[in-house]
């Protein structure tokens, strides 16, 4: 089953939105997501799609074009990374308070300043409260199967909230490796029409969307978001088993590598996750109880699922690849422990800021964190909580 | 682990190492193999150096770094011999390959030292005599896949042959050439 192919992340993620073939795409070039819409763009151009492609002038302009075309009843996909999410900042809230299940590819780059192109997550990291669903990918493999997965779960009349899915600039978009992918027919089947309960152009039903909202009803619209934040968990796991019967690959909120009986484990999502596999074996040959969990579902959070999956372990590494620059510690590590905490789940854990601008992270780096881990464990403590690697001494 | 094999590349921007390491994957991937291919991107201008990466694997390859101790390099311009470390991590019971007609004791005073295999190829003659132009990928793909023994020869002529086909739709003279680059180039990567 499956079609064995090579591609690069940013291919895949192309040839994801091919089979969708959704209503519009709009979007604008930004390194290293710029190979998405132009290989869609040669999809559109060949006639291999019947979207509606809008060469935009800007990002802000990508994400309002993406919000109109899901008001009027459509399907809306765009692609970018960091400066370009930056541009699009003020749609990306109106995207989710309208509940407009809008899907991005969004292959993650640091944001400016300084000027750098390189993969980190810091572009993720600022819509995380933003009311998006996000899911990260460790590879090419990943990046699309997520993409196939993202408009049954943002569409969902329990959810519809718009959905980003996460890849590592450069490391993965830019990078070719083996991918199974699924025949254009079953995509189609899988992925289903479209069928908005309410859109601009159903002349039945005269809507407005995106009026002025102010003390009487916001509040209540924030939280029918939220509410539909915490129905996504469901509708995620099962959209999941049922791409599972599809293609045989299995996808929960977060990976559970050797964890079973791990005594240290680090936390971590993207790129980084499969490095840290190869380490887990390697230390796992040495007689080391080494675990990995890898969040591919990180809004919504699954803080209680992920505080259980730790429950048992002597000593956590959160791997964060953003600086919050709040003198506490990265997001993830921030909603990790919380989770941990308010879950009564007590295990030492540290939070690593590492990866930014592109610093490429090795095994050797893992095997850092591990050593230290095993070093927690032995004397019970955990000084500093907040630290790096990969840091220049 | 045992049957991954890690190739780096130095090249030039504009001399077609990123395309060689990509075609290298390619043709890795189509005997069955699990590949990467990867360039290691920075300022990119003519003639700037460049790095480009290839994992070869008979099962999945999970790492996501770069390479540091690679079993193979490949110099496609040996005016990189003496400003880039080209031997930085490369393993000894692995090789270099180096695009270059300079004598074997010019190399080894650059070569700092490195024990290992040593293998030079005239790409530019190669090229120029085959295309009537100087493309220096092609030979220097053809010497990876001899040097390494990734696959057979029959086996990498023939797929060449395919994906010059697809890649060269548009101007079909160019295949031959590309072809006898490539045979000429099988056969004159020589062991120093």
């Not at chain 1, 990918?137 to 959810?159: F, G, P």
């Not at chain 2, 994957?25 to 920075?42: L, V």
């Not at chain 2, 092609?138 to 395919?162: C, H, Q």
Request: net charge negative; charged share 25%; aromatic share 8%.
């Amino acid at each position: 089953m499956g079609i064995r192919e090579r591609l690069s992340g940013n291919e895949a993620s192309a040839i994801a939105m091919k089979q969708i073939n959704p209503d519009v795409v709009a979007a604008f070039p930004i390194t290293p997501s710029t190979e998405i819409p132009q290989y869609f763009s040669t999809f559109v151009s060949n006639g291999d799609v019947d979207t509606e492609f809008v060469a935009v002038e800007s990002e802000h302009s990508a994400m309002s074009a993406c919000i109109g075309a899901e008001a009027a009843g459509g399907r809306a996909m765009t692609a970018t990374s960091a400066n370009g999410l930056s541009l699009m900042w003020e749609m990306i809230y109106v995207a989710s308070s309208l509940r407009l299940p809008i899907v991005m590819s969004l292959v993650n780059r640091a944001v400016s300043g300084p000027l750098n192109i390189h993969n980190d997550h810091s572009d993720a990291m600022g819509i995380r409260d933003s009311g998006w669903i996000m899911l990260f990918s460790e590879n090419n493999q990943e990046a699309y199967d997520n993409l196939i997965m993202a408009h049954r779960i943002a569409e969902h009349k329990d959810v519809r909230l718009p959905l980003a899915v996460c890849q590592d600039g450069f490391i993965t978009s830019h990078s070719i490796e083996n991918i199974e992918l699924i025949e254009d027919e079953k995509v189609k089947e899988f992925v289903g029409t479209y069928k908005p309960e309410h859109y601009l152009l159903n002349r039945k039903e005269p809507i407005a969307i995106g009026p002025l909202d102010l003390q009487s009803y916001l509040f209540e619209h924030k939280y029918q978001q939220a509410e539909a934040m915490r129905a996504a968990k469901k509708v995620i796991a099962d959209v999941s088993a049922d791409f599972e019967k599809l293609t045989g690959r299995k996808y929960s909120f977060f990976e559970e590598y050797r964890l079973d009986d791990a005594e240290i484990a680090i936390v971590c999502m993207n790129s980084t996750a499969g490095t840290t596999k190869v380490v887990v074996d390697e230390l796992r040959e040495q007689g080391v109880k080494a675990g990995l969990l890898k969040v591919r579902v990180f809004r919504p959070f699954p803080a209680e699922e992920i505080a259980k999956a730790l429950s048992h372990v002597k000593a956590v590494a959160v791997l964060d690849k953003s600086d919050s620059l709040n003198a506490a510690g990265g997001a993830l590590f921030e909603d990790v422990t919380s989770g941990m905490y308010v879950n009564n789940v007590h295990v030492p854990t540290v939070n690593y800021v590492y990866g930014i601008g592109g610093r490429d992270t090795t095994a050797k780096d893992i095997h850092g964190v591990y050593s230290d881990l095993q070093e927690i464990v032995k004397s019970g403590k955990a000084d500093n909580p907040y630290r790096y690697f990969g840091l220049r001494k | 682990m045992e049957n991954m094999i890690e190739i780096r590349w130095h090249g030039r921007g504009g001399q077609g190492a990123k395309t060689a390491s990509l075609l290298l994957a390619d043709a890795a991937f189509n005997t069955g193999k699990y590949i990467q291919g990867f360039p290691e991107y920075g300022p990119e201008r003519m003639g700037a150096p460049i790095t480009a990466y290839n994992r070869i694997s008979t099962s999945p390859i999970r790492l996501h770094s770069n390479i540091y101790e690679p079993d193979y390099v490949v110099v496609v311009d040996d005016t990189l011999l003496e400003s880039v470390d080209v031997t930085a991590g490369l393993k000894e019971s692995g090789a270099i390959i180096i695009n270059t007609t300079r004598d074997a004791d010019y190399l080894k005073s650059v070569l700092k030292g490195y024990k290992g295999a040593v293998y030079t190829i005239d790409a530019r003659k190669i090229s120029v005599d085959a295309l009537g132009k100087y493309f220096p990928n092609t030979p220097m793909l053809a010497a990876i896949v001899k040097v390494s023994n990734i696959m057979s020869d029959e086996e990498f002529l023939e797929d060449m042959k395919g994906s010059f086909k697809h890649k060269f739709a548009k101007k079909p003279e160019v295949i031959e050439g590309n072809m006898k680059a490539i045979e000429t180039a099988l056969k004159e990567v020589k062991k120093i």
